[in-house]
DNA sequence: AAGCGTAATGTTTGGCAGGATATAACGAAA
DNA sequence: TTTCGTTATATCCTGCCAAACATTACGCTT
């Protein structure tokens, strides 16, 4: 066996550059189950602001929004995954589990 | 068509972390068409400064070097590349086509 | 009307990877 | 012994991006 190993970063493009990676999509995760940005944000100790940046982000790249947000009300509002949004993490997972099996298997093939 | 694709990098992984990547790989190729780090770096608008350290650190993490080099003397030195550094660009290159392609056969399945 | 916690957004700060700069060591060739 | 362009290495500088901080808008609840 060799002491290399393949490794690399996946990410699905669209029209602004990156449109879902594996931070994004976690992000998307802990937001269905917090039921907002901010909470999830800290959940993962991200900042806010850059939590929103993503979101938001997210949302202009695509047609239905990922997430919907409520400004204001009950509780100051809130954020929940679309089914739009839950078929964007889908998506990415599935491509992820993927790319995964690909890296591992072709690092037995590495020849040095 | 979708608005989205796959996209993503690949670098060969050693005892001290990054091995090989695309930038390691053109580099060791311009000192084999060169024949110095220096010239090499400036071929590529690189510090030369960057590009030793990333010698440097290919070289110590392969059990045989990658880049020879020699320190004043005729021309006041120079580096070429090994049998083993060829056959770590070979090895890299190889590994970035099967990558290329995965991307781009998985990018058509992609659902979104 | 006041309070609450969130969304939304602007401004400032800080960390650090890489670039720029400087200088020494090196050794063949002239 | 001088010259030359390279390797080798230390130190300073800078540009960028994320984090930190700050503020406003919002709308239900009480």
Redesign the interface.
């Known amino acids: 066996m060799s002491?290399?190993?393949?490794?690399?970063?996946?990410?699905?493009?669209?029209?602004e550059g990156t449109?879902l990676g594996y931070g994004r999509v976690v992000l998307l995760e802990r937001i269905r189950e917090h039921g907002s940005i901010s909470a999830a944000a800290r959940s993962m100790e991200m900042s806010y602001r850059h939590a929103w940046k993503l979101v938001d982000s997210m949302n202009r790249q695509s047609l239905q929004p990922v997430v919907e947000k409520v400004t204001g009300g009950k509780g100051g509002g809130g954020a929940k995954l679309t089914d739009s949004g839950e078929?964007?993490v889908d998506?990415f997972w599935s491509?992820y589990r993927?790319?995964k099996t690909?890296l591992s298997e072709?690092s037995q093939?590495?020849?040095?």
């Open positions: 002491n290399y190993r393949l490794r690399g970063r996946l990410w699905i493009e669209g029209p449109f078929k964007a998506c491509a993927d790319y690909f072709r093939q590495l020849e040095l």
